[in-house]
């Protein structure tokens, strides 16, 4: 070890309990302060052919301290952004998941099927076609009955559709 290294390594130890002081100041922790003290000395020991001599040490290595809390911060935010710890999911969460379990939708598939094969066909065709986007209008005129009549249909329909399927009204709900 040559002197001069050895004369900025005293200099680095004399500052230690003031980097310290200023350590604790940003993190208000014993712990992240002292391995803020030694980040930035591990900084200063391997930059310190950055250092002017005539400069100010102190501010030099404070502003290491500083700049080095202000890294690692933005790293922590950042990571903490991805990660996010929960200690209960609930079961809206879980509907809203990307992944929904595949077999409760085709057991809901098959009843609403169902349900649909149930209806009278003068119910089932035109809640059908109102379904795939058919205007009233236009369901009349195909089905050569009153509009009234096709509206009609129409809603008892849903109510009928709605009470056999009133075991999804959540799921289908919480879905939307």
């Known amino acids: 070890m040559n002197q001069q290294t050895l004369t900025f390594s005293q200099e680095l130890a004399a500052y230690r309990n003031s980097l310290y ?35 100010n040490f102190k501010a030099w290595l404070y ?37 929904t379990n595949q077999g409760e939708n085709k057991f809901m598939m098959d009843d609403i099927q169902c349900a649909l094969r149930n209806l009278q066909a003068d119910y089932r065709v035109p809640f059908l076609r109102y379904f795939e986007g058919y205007k009233y209008q ?12 096709v509206k009609t249909r129409i809603h008892f329909a849903r109510n009928i559709l709605k009470k056999q399927l009133k075991m999804y009204k959540d799921t289908l709900r919480n879905a939307s």
């Open 63 to 99: 502003t290491i301290l500083r700049n080095t809390f202000i890294n690692d911060f933005r790293r922590n935010a950042r990571s903490s952004k991805v990660f996010t710890v929960s200690e209960e999911i609930t079961s809206a969460q879980l509907s809203k998941s990307a992944y």
């Open 21 to 55: 002081f200023f350590a604790l100041s940003f993190t208000h922790d014993v712990e992240d302060a002292n391995d803020l003290v030694q980040d930035t000395i591990v900084k200063a020991l391997r930059y310190s052919d950055l250092f002017k001599e005539g400069t």
């Open 138 to 149: 236009e369901i009349a005129e195909e089905l050569n009955i009153p509009i009234g009549t």
